[in-house]
């Protein structure tokens, strides 16, 4: 079946550097990728989302690169703060589905003051 | 209200017994979903409702799972003879479209005993 790969599992960095989620998907078709941000017992918030025809996103600290060729995108944070602490999630659309999004298992980003 | 709604927040119950949970997404949006996220691992897809067409039934993992959207609006997971493994957060969001920002409700956090 269609596949999100995600990595790493677990991501520590001193505030101020950069962190980098990268995240792979199977289907060739998918055109819609977010990026959830879960705080511990809160729920998933879409932080920034890029469709196939866009190769780069930007929103402040955050930014989404696309790579449809090799089938990958990565989410870059840069001078990153505590407070960016928590579990990032990627996501990709599937063919076939009008609205079903696949989710990687999820990046833990810790942020060391 | 102003965001994706959850009901019960809480559920504990007996193996074998049935369980109802709702949604209410925000008002005006055409699609929702429903995930399961078990302790500390990513967003399981479910079930997706878009407008008036049959539903996305893709996620469900057994037929003891089922899901209605009336009106287009609120939405009831019913899971028939729960199982310990059922035992999980259940997330319902909605967007206004198709691949959409997905808005997230709080959860109900499902025990079976």
């Known amino acids: 079946g269609e596949n999100v790969e995600q990595h790493p599992s677990t991501l520590s960095v001193q505030e101020g550097d950069s962190a980098v989620i990268k995240c792979t998907y199977s289907d060739s078709a998918s055109n819609y990728f977010p990026w959830y941000k879960q705080e511990l017992g809160k729920r998933p918030q879409l932080i920034i989302d890029i469709r196939s025809n866009v190769g780069e996103k930007k929103d402040q600290r955050i930014a989404v690169t696309l790579n449809k060729t090799a089938k990958h995108f990565s989410l870059h944070i840069t001078e990153t703060q505590p407070e960016d602490s928590a579990v990032y999630f990627c996501?990709?659309?599937?063919?076939?589905?009008?609205?079903?999004?696949?989710f990687g298992k999820g990046t833990k980003l810790s942020v060391k003051p | 209200g102003a965001g994706v709604s959850q009901s019960p927040s809480n559920k504990v119950t007996e193996k074998g017994k049935d369980v109802e949970l709702r949604c209410d997404p925000i008002s005006g949006h055409t699609a929702l979903y429903w995930y399961r996220q078990s302790l500390g691992q990513g967003l399981e897809f479910l079930i997706y409702f878009q407008g008036n067409s049959a539903p996305d039934k893709s996620g469900l993992p057994s037929d003891r799972f089922s899901a209605e959207r009336t009106g287009g609006s609120v939405s009831t997971l019913t899971i028939q003879r729960t199982q310990q493994e059922d035992s999980a957060v259940y997330l319902c969001a909605s967007s206004l479209e198709v691949f959409g920002r997905q808005f997230f409700g709080p959860g109900t956090r499902l025990t079976v005993l």
């Open positions: 996501a990709a659309s599937i063919k076939g589905s009008q609205g079903n999004l696949i």
